[in-house]
């Protein structure tokens, strides 16, 4: 729908320009509207941003719920995202 569109391409934007509590922002609202099959990509952006804001706990927290193939184009860094956080 028109409001998932405009809230994912606001979250996108925020995080290239690394306002990656903007972004958080964006993601947050988004996820809770979401189309079920765009869940865990906005999943994976949520715990993204956390990481780099530091967060490590809730980052894991999203990025453990998370299930996704590895036909995703997000798939490659959710795995070292992870590797990262649990060393």
Not at 25 to 36: G, Q, S, T
Not at 50 to 79: C, E, I, M, R
């Amino acid at each position: 729908d028109r409001a998932e569109a405009y809230l994912s391409r606001a979250g996108d934007q925020a995080r290239l320009v690394y306002a990656h509590q903007e972004a958080i922002d964006y993601f947050m609202e988004v996820y809770e509207i979401a189309d079920p099959q765009n869940e865990d990509q906005y999943l994976f952006y949520l715990g993204y941003a956390h990481a780099l804001l530091g967060k490590n706990g809730p980052a894991l927290g999203y990025l453990s719920d998370v299930d996704v193939d590895s036909t995703q184009a997000y798939f490659s860094d959710l795995v070292l995202l992870n590797g990262q956080l649990l060393v």
